[in-house]
């Protein structure tokens, strides 16, 4: 009888909180980065553990980068426009 493996908990969280920084304005810089410190905590706990969900953490890992690249461009937009839309005004 084969003993069936866990996943991972750290990589489901590394996942949500990467999709989760995609989706969420503002907060997604700090999820972003949360997941990408999950997703690295998960592999270290595969490795010595034997846990199943690297595909997860992968995921996670992916996600978590685009949405802060995202997040950070939208902050960079932001910070262009308030300072043009000063510029004009004055």
């Known amino acids: 009888m084969s003993e069936k493996n866990q996943t991972n908990n750290s990589s489901v969280i590394s996942l949500t909180v990467g999709i989760l920084s995609l989706f969420i304005p503002f907060i997604g810089l ?13 592999v270290k706990q595969m490795n010595n ?20 690249i995202i997040q950070l461009l939208m902050v ?15």
């Not at 992968?58 to 949405?67: N, R």
């Not at 960079?76 to 004055?90: D, W």
Request: positive net charge; proline residues 0%; glycine residues 14%.
């Open 49 to 68: 553990t034997n846990e199943n969900g690297r595909g997860l953490a992968t995921a996670g890992l992916i996600c978590s980068i685009v949405g802060l």
């Open 76 to 90: 960079l937009g932001y910070v262009a426009y308030f300072s043009v839309s000063s510029y004009f005004t004055n």
């Open 30 to 42: 700090i999820l972003g980065i949360i997941g990408i410190v999950f997703s690295r905590i998960a």
